[in-house]
């Protein structure tokens, strides 16, 4: 699998990365090996942002969908970024799930959003950068990760944060 090969030279591959552009090329090309449709790096929110559009650095979500997060207030009270600001864990997560305890009609449109484009599974890799900022990075699609693939893709954020949070 592609998957380990990148794994063992993650250091050369991170030293060529110049652009936010070289690292979405390379991402974009691993979550489609994954079988895997869509990533997303972001920056955790503050109290006070209140949309998606401010927080992400790199992504291939459809402009659309990131529209529709924002005009539905999504952000707000979401279980993803209320658990990925308490924990440094990375975690697999189910659309339906997760979103268990949440609204109703913010459940129904964060599960028929994620659903619309196929990324109801997926999983989540908080990370920092050295000057303490908080970001995360997440591969959706239709399915979840092993164990031995979430040690893997454990490397994959630490290497994007050398360009994308600083």
């Known amino acids: 699998m592609k998957l380990d090969a990148q794994v063992d030279l993650i250091g050369d591959i991170a030293a060529g990365f110049n652009t936010h552009y070289e690292i979405f090329k390379y991402i974009k090309g691993l979550v489609h090996e994954l079988g895997m449709h869509a990533f997303l790096v972001l920056t955790l929110p503050t109290v006070d942002t209140l949309e998606i559009g401010a927080t992400k650095i790199i992504t291939n979500w459809p402009a659309e969908m990131v529209d529709y ?41 964060v599960i028929g959003l994620f659903q619309k484009y196929a990324i109801g599974k997926g999983a989540y890799f908080p990370v920092h950068d050295a000057a303490g900022g908080r970001g995360a990075m997440s591969i959706s699609g239709e399915r979840n990760f092993s164990q031995g693939e979430m040690a893997k893709l454990l490397l994959l954020p630490r290497m994007s944060t050398t360009v994308s949070l600083n």
Request: hydrophobic content about 30%; cysteine-free; aromatic content about 8%.
């Open 69 to 109: 997060y924002d005009a539905n207030n999504l952000l707000i009270d979401s279980p993803v970024i209320r658990r990925l600001l308490q924990s440094t864990r990375p975690f697999n997560y189910d659309v339906e799930a997760i979103n268990e305890n949440r609204d109703g009609s913010k459940k129904s449109a």
